[in-house]
């Protein structure tokens, strides 16, 4: 009869590591897309710098000519 209650919280603990684990998979796809995601919106940043920049530089020929 003392066995049932330390099995219980046996039972109970590697049920919470196995949520924890589950857990700490999902926080980890999570951060994998967010760095997937912020390296697409810096290139499109830069692209877009680039593009604001070629655009003025024309803008300014235009005018001079």
């Known amino acids: 009869m003392s066995q049932e209650p330390t ?10 590591i196995r949520r924890v684990k589950v857990l700490a998979a999902e926080r980890d796809e999570f951060e994998r897309e967010n760095g997937e995601l912020r390296s697409r919106l810096e290139t499109q940043e830069r692209e877009h710098a680039r593009l604001r920049t ?4 024309t803008a300014r020929e235009l005018r001079q000519g």
Do not use: N, S
Request: aromatic share 0%; hydrophobic share 55%.
């Open 7 to 16: 099995r219980l919280l046996d039972d109970r603990i590697a049920a919470i």
């Open 54 to 57: 070629v655009l003025d530089e």
